[in-house]
């Protein structure tokens, strides 16, 4: 079939990015093209001079203007091109996960081909978040396929629920969109088990799909410290670094976290996990309880895990993040006696980790001390990062003796 799409060229600076493959074309990237293209409909994009780079979706409402799905002309975008995908992000779950694959992101956006989509599975639930015009439009038929492939392979899928809102769905010109989708069978929880500890995962009324699933390894790499220690663990959440210290032997643990639904939660997964007399929860502002026990004696503490949320999520709020992640480093530091351990991270993409590299040397000098690093980490295999798209890159995590 002969292609008509409408013709978009594009800046230079543009061209650059996609032919290194990066799939976006910003609003002021476009030179010409725009009047004649629908919003969700499908464009060829080429240079000033008619060389071909990419076929992708336009919306004028975004600040992303066009986000790019192929640089194959043999491509046809239809059911078969994304059912085709499906697979290949699913078998590549399957090899990288192994017997992880019942508690995993199967689809990562970008990453997968399928820009501003994610789905996590619970065990039995599979969460989605759309947040682009281009998959809002092909998501029941994506979906459709990821189940059908589920089940195809003998894994029993009972529901599938969307939490589409926020920003970032208003930013693509769409509406907030919850609930649940094809199969609708559920009532809001899942239990799955990961590292051996249990989770009662609310993908509901829970932050973001329900629960964090990109830390897994770290918990696990975070947990051989813990044996005999005496475990802070900030910004708690759900509970999932503290649960996986007292599972590995902590002689105690308390975790802290502003959120009282959040504890809540933290102590229903101690409860499933059988470490329920091992773990204190301390519903205290992190930064108010870091500043205080920087105050007393060493010792109270010889191993701190400091997993907050993004403190910044625009180019434009890095130095203000860098400064509250100094903040709790540095107060870490001074807490842990010497020979203490530190298990420390960034979720944002922005937060570089040349930036948060610089940012705990600062940190360690000022607190003097020497940073005697165990290892560098980032987000599990199933958050692939491409190379060319340095968005999927976001998660730094460190463990550190302090000497």
């Keep these: 079939m002969e292609r008509t799409y409408p013709i978009l060229t594009v800046t230079e600076k543009a061209a650059r990015a996609l032919r290194q493959g990066h799939p976006w074309v910003y609003a002021d990237e476009i030179l010409s093209g725009a009047e004649g293209v629908a919003d969700g409909a499908l464009a060829d994009v080429t240079t000033a001079k008619g060389h071909w780079l990419g076929l992708g979706f336009y919306n004028s409402a975004s600040k992303i203007r066009v986000r790019v799905i192929t640089r194959s002309k043999n491509d046809l975008p239809d059911e078969a091109f994304w059912a085709r995908r499906v697979r290949y992000a699913v078998d590549y779950r399957r090899t990288v996960m192994g017997e992880d694959f019942r508690a995993c992101r199967l689809i990562f956006g970008e990453a997968d081909g399928f820009p501003g989509l994610t789905v996590d599975r619970f065990d039995t639930v599979l969460a989605v978040q759309v947040l682009s015009l281009a998959m809002e439009q092909w998501k029941t038929a994506i979906l459709s396929e990821l189940v059908s492939y589920l089940r195809e ?12 809102e926020g920003k970032l769905r208003r930013k693509e010109g ?9 199969d609708t069978t559920g009532d809001g929880h899942v239990i799955i088990k990961e590292n051996g500890v249990k989770y009662d995962v609310d993908y509901i009324n829970g932050q973001k799909t329900g629960f964090f ?13 813990a044996k005999n220690r005496r475990v802070l663990d900030c910004f708690t959440h759900t509970g999932a670094f503290g649960l996986n210290c007292a599972l590995a032997g902590a002689e105690s643990v308390v975790s802290v976290d502003v959120s009282v639904d959040a504890l809540e ?4 997964n101690a409860a499933l996990t059988g470490v329920a007399d091992k773990v204190t ?15 007393e004696k060493r010792g109270a503490y010889d191993y701190i895990i400091l997993d907050p949320p993004a403190f910044t999520k625009s180019s434009s709020t890095v130095n203000a993040a860098i400064r509250g992640y100094k903040e709790i480093n540095l107060k ?4 842990l006696p010497r020979g203490g351990y530190l298990a420390t991270c960034s979720c944002s993409h922005f937060m570089t980790d040349e930036k948060f590299r610089a940012m705990l040397a600062d940190a360690a000098k000022d607190a003097q001390v020497t940073l005697r690093q165990i290892e560098a980490r980032q987000q599990g295999p199933d958050h692939p990062i491409l190379w060319n798209v ?3 890159d976001y998660l730094k995590f460190y463990l550190f003796q302090i000497v």
């Excluded at 699933?213 to 410290?225: E, F, I, T, V």
């Excluded at 939660?265 to 229903?268: C, F, G, L, P, S």
Aim: aromatic share 6%; net charge neutral.
């Design 213 to 225: 699933l990109d830390q897994k390894y770290n918990r696990q790499a975070a947990s051989k410290l």
């Design 265 to 268: 939660q933290a102590k229903k």
């Design 332 to 335: 870490a530091m001074r807490i």
């Design 390 to 392: 340095p968005e999927t």
């Design 153 to 164: 392979l003998g894994e029993q899928i009972d529901a599938v629920h969307e939490r589409s």
């Design 174 to 182: 769409l509406s907030d969109s919850v609930g649940f989708l094809l």
């Design 281 to 295: 929860y301390l519903q205290s502002d992190v930064f108010e309880l870091l500043t205080r026990l920087a105050g």
